[in-house]
């Protein structure tokens, strides 16, 4: 019994201690979140929509798509150059099948692919931030007609840019991968060849951060305008979840603890750390309704992925052909953008991908003890597979609430809580000597 108020002690004393860290920010994450600029993103913006269509099948060399993914992948070699060799780009071209529907023959297409290559030769984690650089009009197969895409997903590949930028400067223990996808909206084409090379290819990626329409503060119909907030969907049964992961998750009610879920929560606790006046809202939902994006093939081959979206759209200026009707523009022109906004969600994005890419390896074996009745909660778990860590937080919520809302510190691999695990959910997460925190995981039952 010593032993045991002996470690909750601990527990207790490190919850002060977390409650006096929560709002330190790391320098270098800092620093790099005020480096992005709004007036960047802007210019990235009047950019991609001068050309006259990035429709996936536009063909046109000088003013369509062609000519879009050169302009991409010379501003990513450009800043390649400040990363001492670690970051390379390049466009990956590839034949997309016909389906009959959206791609009516087989067709070339390409993404545009930046990777900053991680420096620990030991980290073969893999960290995503992406967006599609296809546009469209009213007319989904017209791919010559004017599209200037500039929210949809401009905004998306122009937020992908500047953290390529930015990031490229800095040197991160694991590799991310900056990508301009191609054909989202002929049915998800180039993510779904990114993640399918990925999974022939055993690529370890941990997390997927998609950025589709994130440029806009104020809706059409409703008339509200918030750039304060922003959305994050994410999974709640993983399309991938096979039956044994789907016995356990009914067996411990785990429906809102997929690792898609611990993604946005992850996201939130950082982004709104380090982004002032934004509130990360958690969606529980894949995406929109009935709708989809380039996050679902990643999770579709069981990898970590989530969408990043603005709050409120406005769909006068989201799939319409450019026109004035009745005295209103129509079409996803960048005059009806809010560049200011836009820059809040990139820092949500820069600071979730810098604190993922420097941070532990998960622990590994995270379980809770259930082979007896009691009302303390213990959990065990074993040090990460990779990399030298100072601890650990155990995370602790109230089955009604969305966000962790105790973490315990603990140097050791287990913990004992005086609280009933009928009544709360737990999680644990590695933490580096520089206080990077990994993704949570939920435990799996011990039985015996």
């Known amino acids: 019994m010593r032993k045991i108020l002996f ?15 929560a709002i330190i920010r790391n320098p270098q994450i800092a620093e790099m979140v005020e480096e992005v600029s709004a007036d960047s ?14 429709h996936t099948l ?16 010379s501003k990513f070699q450009e ?5 001492g060799g670690r970051m390379s780009a390049e466009i990956e071209e590839f034949v997309t099948p016909g389906d009959g529907r959206r791609i009516k023959e087989d067709a070339k297409v390409a993404n545009v692919v930046a990777t900053l290559i991680g420096t620990n030769p030991n980290d073969n984690r893999v960290f995503i931030v992406s967006a599609h650089l296809d546009s469209r009009n009213r007319d989904v197969m017209d791919a010559d007609g ?29 590799t991310i991968l900056f990508v301009a996808f191609t054909g989202e909206e002929q049915g998800l084409k180039g993510a779904t060849y990114l993640a399918d090379k990925a999974k022939e290819q055993g690529w370890n990626i941990e997390a997927v951060l998609n950025n589709d329409i994130v440029g806009n503060s104020e809706s059409s119909g409703t008339l509200i305008k918030n750039n304060t907030q922003m959305r994050v969907f994410s999974e709640t049964i ?7 992961a789907a016995s356990i998750r009914r067996y411990t009610n785990a429906d809102n603890d997929s690792k898609s879920r611990q993604l946005a929560r992850y996201i939130k606790e950082v982004g709104e750390r380090y982004v002032d006046q934004m509130e990360v809202k958690l969606i529980y939902r894949s995406d929109r309704f009935l709708r989809g994006g380039d996050q679902t093939p990643f999770m579709r081959n069981g990898y970590t992925a989530v969408r990043m979206s603005e709050m409120n759209e406005n769909f006068i200026h989201q799939h319409e052909n450019v026109r004035i009707e009745d005295g209103i523009q129509y079409g996803d022109l960048p005059e009806f953008m809010d560049f200011e906004y836009l820059r809040k969600v990139s820092a949500v994005n820069l600071a979730s991908a810098a604190s993922l ?8 074996d995270v379980q809770i003890d259930v082979r007896g009745l009691s009302n303390h909660s213990i959990l065990l778990w074993k040090a990460p597979q990779t990399g030298k860590v100072k601890g650990y937080y155990v995370l602790m919520r109230e089955t009604s609430s969305s966000m962790w809302e105790k973490k315990f510190f603990t140097t050791e691999t287990n913990l004992t809580l005086p609280y009933s695990k009928d ?8 933490v580096t000597e520089g206080g990077e925190e990994s993704l949570p995981v939920f435990p799996s039952p011990l039985t015996r």
């Open 7 to 21: 470690t909750l002690l601990l527990g207790f004393l490190s919850l002060n201690l977390f409650s006096q860290q």
């Open 41 to 54: 993103l802007k210019k990235y913006i009047y950019e991609l929509t001068s050309f006259n269509s990035r």
């Open 58 to 73: 536009n063909t046109n060399t000088e003013n369509g798509m062609p000519a879009a993914q050169r302009y991409v992948l």
């Open 79 to 83: 800043w390649a150059k400040a990363s």
């Open 146 to 174: 004017a599209a200037p895409g500039a929210n949809d997903d401009g905004s998306g590949v122009a937020l992908v840019m500047e953290l390529a930028r930015i990031m490229a400067k800095t040197e991160f223990s694991a």
């Open 238 to 244: 993983p399309l991938a979840e096979d039956e044994r």
């Open 357 to 364: 890419a420097n941070s532990a390896y998960m622990p590994q």
């Open 423 to 430: 009544n709360y959910f737990f999680a644990v997460q590695s």
